[in-house]
Structures are given as structure tokens and as C-alpha cells.
């Protein structure tokens, strides 16, 4: 029965291949939801309507979620481009933040421009956090796990 659910288990194959996609338009979606607010705020144009953000946000916690998958079912310890866009998103809010602070005449769609931007940058964070304490009980059961193999050896 055991060899039947190994065999049925998705293998570092098949999730690569079908997750790729999803991964490749998740950074060009993160640069171009980036830059778009960005330009928002320097043009005071507030192009960006909270429907694009709600879905950025979904899209960041499937590609999360996808990163779990691979991290639980395979085994796969992949380094991401993840940890760098949370420090992105940290330092862009905080920029923003002290511009519109010091010129707030002449950025007049600033201030929901500048909620824009820290509603986005706390949904990164909270998928970060999310993945980090996944990635914390992994190690653990993991690490158990290798307890109970050593004393069963």
C-alpha cells in the first residue's frame, strides 16, 4: 500500500512543470504592480484601482501556496526572489512615506496612493509570515522525523 502512494505522490517533476507558469507571470505581475503604484504616486494619476491590488494579493498567496507545496510534498528547497521583494515592498512604503510627508502639496492623489502601497506591503508581509512559519514546522517535523529513523536504527 505504501509503494502504491508513492507512486500516486507528485514528483519535483511534475510540480515544476505546472507551477512554472503560474511563477513566471507572478514576477512580471509584481513588477508591474509595483512600478504602476510607484508612477501613481509621482504622477498623482491613481490609475491603480483596488481590484488590481485584490488580485495582486490572491495572486501572491497562490504562488505562496505553491511554493508550500513544493517546500511539503517534494522536498524542494528553492531560494526565491521573495525575501527581496518584501524588503522592496518595506523600503518603497517607508520612501513614499517620508515623501508625501515632507511635500504633501505637491502630491495631491499621495495619500491613497501611499494606502495603496502599505495595503500591498502588509499582504506581503502577513504571505511571508505565513511562509516562514510553514517553512519553521516543516523543519521541524522534519527534523523529528529523523529523530525517529536514528532511533529506530
Known sequence: MRHVAQQIGPSVTFLNRNWKFLRFWFKIY???VWCGLIID????SLTFTSGLLVFYLAFLSLYNVSKEVDRWLTNLHNWR???IWVAVWLVTNLVIGYIY?????EFKGGAEALNQISSVTIGVLANFIGSEVSKRIYKIKRLKKANRII???
Open 41 to 44: 504616486f509621482f504622477t498623482n
Open 81 to 83: 526572489l521573495g525575501e
Open 30 to 32: 509584481t513588477l508591474a
Open 151 to 153: 532511533r529506530i536504527i
Open 101 to 105: 510627508m515632507m511635500h504633501p502639496d
